[in-house]
Every structure is written in C-alpha cells, then in structure tokens.
C-alpha cells in the first residue's frame, strides 16, 4: 500500500501566487488532516475532515482552503501566498482506532 | 483548549547512554501517541497508550501514560544513532476512540553521538 502521498515535496511561491497541495490516501480512512509543521511549534492542525463533503476548520485555518469530494483525496488550496505561510506541510489520515497514517510533507517557500 | 509540553526541547546524548523525553498535557489525557520524525522526513508512528498506567514497548523504547499526573514518558534504552530525530506526542482533546483531530507537543530534537 502506497499509505498517503503528498505530492509535490518542494515548492517556491512567489507572494501572492495560488497553489494547491495534493493529498491521497489508499487505506479508505474517513478521517483526514493538514498540519503545518513550524521550528520549534510542533505541529498545528489548518484543517480536517470526517467524510467526503464533510470539513472543518483547525487551529491556524486563515489562508487555506479544502475539499473533500471524495474519500481517497484531500487537497489544501493556498489563494494568496503570504510569507507566513513558510512552512512544512504535512497530510495525514486514520480510522477508527488507530494511530494517524502521516503523509513524507511538502516543503514550501514563499519569497 | 488542551495543549502538551515536551521536555526537553532537545537532547544530545552519547550512544549507549539511556534517556527520558515527557509529555505533560493541561488537560486531562485519555490516550496519547507518540511519533518520531526524522530528519526532512513525514511522522512514524511509534505507540498509542490509551489507559492510565498503561505501558507499551517497542524493540528499545518504552512508553508509558500516567493519567493522574496527565503525562507520558518514552525512555529509550542504550540509544543508538538511528534513534536521532524528532520525537512528538500527540493527544485527541475529544478521545472518543473513533480517530478525531490531534494536537501535537513542540516536539524534543534527539541526537545520538557515535
């Protein structure tokens, strides 16, 4: 089983720019998240969802978007690139009872 | 809302030598995960502890969850230089044992000296 992937590993973004990080998960979990990984802070939760069509926001959700249209894919959109938004990314999924599945992160650079 | 407080934030011990990272929780812990990242790399899962007392062992590591205390320990024994990385614990403020939102400590940077 590929597990969760995140696809891409590295980005630069010009400020202002838009993208969007790619998550997907072949272990039919319900559960999925986005971290943001900062020096030093841990780990903050941005978003999270339950369900396909079900999301909710975290801790630090200004700035990012998500979907959850079907129950393999998560995607974390990124309209307005700010330099706050420095960080390592990290997608992660579970299921009932069991420890959280994290995806390898993408690392983005906005400058 | 609950938050949890590793210590230390880093730790350099010589290989072989034996060490202790906590986790200390605000708030009332009913189950805690424990993960350790290495270096530019995503999160391994190392153990779950979901009862107080409870203890869990894993080749050279031990955890252990103390509900009264609201804090879990890992100890790892005669470490090695694979064991370097980042260690992290995670909580569920909502345990309901269904999976829900994590929150992480800040982490405790180990590193191992040949």
């Known amino acids: 089983n590929a597990g969760v992937t995140q696809t891409p590993k590295f980005r630069i973004l010009k400020i202002g720019q838009s993208m969007t990080l790619q998550c997907a998960q072949d272990?039919?979990?319900?559960?999925m998240y986005w971290y943001r990984q900062d020096p030093g802070m841990g780990l903050k939760l941005i978003y999270y969802s339950v369900g396909a069509g079900i999301t909710d926001k975290g801790e630090v959700p200004n700035g990012y978007n998500v979907s959850r249209s079907t129950t393999e894919d998560f995607p974390l959109r990124l309209e307005l690139a700010a330099p706050s938004q420095t960080s390592v990314y990290f997608c992660?999924?579970?299921?009932?009872?069991?420890?959280?599945?994290f995806g390898s992160g993408t690392r983005l650079t906005v400058v | 809302s609950q938050e949890l407080e590793q210590s230390p934030q880093s730790l350099i011990v010589q290989e072989g030598k034996n060490l202790t990272i906590n986790c200390t929780s605000s708030k009332t812990l009913y189950g805690l995960y424990w993960y350790k990242q290495k270096y530019g790399e995503g999160l391994i899962f190392l153990m779950m502890?979901?009862?107080?007392?409870e203890e869990k062992s894993h080749e050279k590591i031990t955890a252990k969850l103390d509900e009264k205390k609201q804090q879990s320990s890992l100890h790892i024994t005669a470490s090695q230089p694979s064991h370097a990385g980042i260690y992290l614990c995670?909580?569920?403020?909502?345990?309901?044992?269904?999976?829900?939102?994590?929150?992480f400590g800040q982490g405790t940077e180990l590193s191992v000296k040949p």
């Open positions: 995670g909580a569920d403020p909502l345990w309901r044992n269904q999976g829900g939102k994590l929150i």
């Open positions: 502890l979901q009862k107080g007392g």
């Open positions: 992660a999924s579970s299921s009932q009872g069991d420890g959280y599945t």
């Open positions: 272990m039919n979990h319900n559960y």
